[in-house]
């Protein structure tokens, strides 16, 4: 496993974010980390990055202590927060001053994803707006090559056209050495991206399984057949018919719907987690 | 559980030159911006006494104060944005990411602001100094100036920062006054990094507040747990029946301020620079 959390409990004065969380990440994946907003997930985020400590409980990350923040570890673990903060200097020189630090940083891959996202590298940071800073950043982020890429909300501030090009870079971007956990409230931004889905919600993992295995047990559908409708988990009706999810018993391939999966589970999440049960 | 605490997890030189490369980098042009302000100011206030101090304008005394009134209120400013990246969260997360430790990253803005500002300012002082004592000693030569009284009035030395105070009793202050500059320095660095916000003004408080309670302390519990009639002087003297001829005093060996003395005016600094070293290990943002 690259990150193993044991009994995590974490609070905020008086505030309880987590208690007793456990979750493993293991490499070659890419995590989509679901949930409303202050649920927890930029929380556990910067627990797994070493810039909140657990108030009991251990995080094994690529066999650091990230409360330690050593040199070494922050080499291989790199945040991309929701908030930003860049210095007011040229891009090129930011760049060269900050990849140094980082041992494996590839400047031909950030130009590449920079030149994927049309990025203009000739400006000053200060003078960029969010949407063009948060795409500066992705694209160092990936470029530092680091073992595990931890980033809460990336979509935010991106533009249609470069949410679409996000999941292109990022789906280019995991191996079978590196992690990435993506953490967002906007779903339908990771369709076709994540290859496990992870949803938190008041501290707690409400849902966690692959892909693969939601393909397996579940069946995302349109029908306006009302005994089919009868017998989904979960239903939501619009014009073009009842958009469902079912328990898929023939092995039938169907386009998962993220956003609709995420609110069965809010609504239904033990039902649901019981068709996974072996 | 992978314990990388060798050599190379806690000090390298070659990480610590690219974090002073990324700090200089980032503040270059605040910095640059900062030593022709500190040159104007100090011009056009030594610039002022010269025109209105008629007759021995920038005295060795005049200078002094210049010089440590600027120290302390520009280096303590300062030293209390030198961590200033916890002010806002997303700064400190990027400051704390930076792949370097925090002893690297304690003694980054410790050359920075305890070192190379003092030998920036210093340097400027003098800049600006120099060439205003030699305007004030031709215009005493040239203009003939006299005291009230008559006398000549003599040419004006430099202030000399390690020569001591002008007058010869107060010599040895000079050292005191740069070594308790070194101090409260620090202090502000550590509140840089205690305090989110307003660290400068929230220092000031703090400090007078911990000399308030230091003072109070001696005296209550010093003063009180003496004999009838004596009294503290300074640190290691207690004397009885000051001011009349029949005064006594009782003064630590001269060992243990030998030893007592250099522990307070050295060790504060270490004390503070140290304590911001673990604050910055601990921070979480």
């Known amino acids: 496993m690259m990150v193993t959390i044991r009994d995590l409990h974490f609070a905020y004065r008086r505030r309880t974010v987590f208690s007793g969380l456990n979750l493993d990440l293991a490499p070659g994946h890419i995590y989509g980390l679901l949930g409303r907003n202050g649920t927890g997930k930029s929380t556990l985020l910067r627990n797994l990055g070493g810039f909140l400590f657990p108030r009991q409980g251990t995080i094994d990350v690529l066999g650091y202590l990230p409360r330690k923040r050593q040199p070494d570890f922050l080499q291989r673990v790199f945040l991309l927060p929701e ?42 940071l200060d003078e960029m707006s969010y949407g063009q800073q948060k795409k500066i950043l992705i694209c160092f982020a990936l470029a530092t090559n680091a073992d595990l890429l931890l980033m809460d909300e990336p979509t935010n501030g991106l533009d249609i056209v470069s949410k679409s ?82 328990p898929n018993h023939t092995g039938e391939e169907s386009a998962q719907d993220l956003e609709m999966l995420y609110k069965a589970v809010m609504l239904k999440g033990a039902q649901l987690n019981l068709l996974f049960k072996p | 559980m992978k314990d ?54 920038l005295d060795e005394g005049f200078q002094s104060l210049t010089y440590y009134v600027g120290l302390y209120t520009v280096g303590c400013l300062y030293a209390s944005t030198i961590f200033g990246e916890f002010d806002i969260k997303a700064q400190g997360i990027v400051w704390l990411a930076i792949p370097a430790s925090s002893l690297e990253k304690m003694l980054c803005g410790l050359v920075y602001s305890a070192i190379t500002f003092f030998v920036v300012y210093t340097l400027a002082f003098y800049l600006v100094d120099i060439p205003m004592i030699r305007v004030v000693n031709g215009l005493i030569k040239n203009g003939h100036r006299t005291w009230a009284e008559g006398q000549p009035i003599d040419p004006v030395p430099v202030f000399h920062v390690f020569n001591g105070m002008p007058n010869d009793y107060l010599r040895h202050l000079s050292s005191l006054y740069l070594l308790f500059y070194f101090a409260l320095q620090s202090a502000f660095a550590l509140g840089s990094v205690y305090f989110k916000r307003y660290a400068f003004i929230k220092t000031g408080v703090a400090v007078a507040i911990a000399l308030i309670c230091f003072m109070t302390l001696q ?34 060996s001269p060992l243990l301020g030998a030893i007592l003395g250099p522990m307070l005016l050295y060790g504060i600094p270490v004390i503070f620079w140290t304590a911001t070293y673990f604050r910055i290990k601990e921070k979480e943002v």
């Open chain 1, 83 to 124: 908030e930003l903060f860049l210095p007011p200097l040229p891009v090129r020189r930011w760049v060269r001053v900050q990849a140094v630090f980082y041992p494996r940083f590839s400047q031909e891959q950030f130009d590449k994803a920079a030149a994927g996202f049309s990025l203009p590298l000739e400006g000053r």
């Open chain 2, 4 to 57: 990388r605490s060798a050599v190379n997890q806690t000090f390298s030189m070659d990480r610590w030159a690219k974090l002073m490369t990324l700090h200089w980098s980032v503040n270059r042009k605040r910095y640059l911006l900062a030593i022709p302000a500190m040159l104007g100011l100090l011009l056009v206030w030594e610039g002022f006494i010269v025109i209105e101090n008629t007759f021995q304008p």
């Open chain 2, 219 to 252: 005296q209550r519990l010093i003063e009180q747990t003496l004999p009838q009639g004596w009294h503290r002087q300074f640190f290691y003297d207690w004397i009885i029946d000051g001011g009349t001829l029949h005064v006594r005093a009782v003064r630590l």
């Open chain 1, 165 to 246: 090009q996000f999941r292109k870079v990022m789906a280019g971007a995991v191996d079978a050495n590196n992690c990435i956990v993506i953490s967002t409230h906007q779903v339908k931004d990771l369709e076709n991206l994540i290859d496990r889905v992870t949803i938190i919600d008041e501290g707690r993992i409400l849902f966690d399984q692959t892909v693969d295995a939601i393909s397996r047990t579940l069946l995302f559908r349109l029908s306006h057949d009302p005994q089919e409708t009868a017998a989904a988990i979960y239903s939501e009706s619009s014009f073009r018919g009842n958009s469902l999810i079912l």
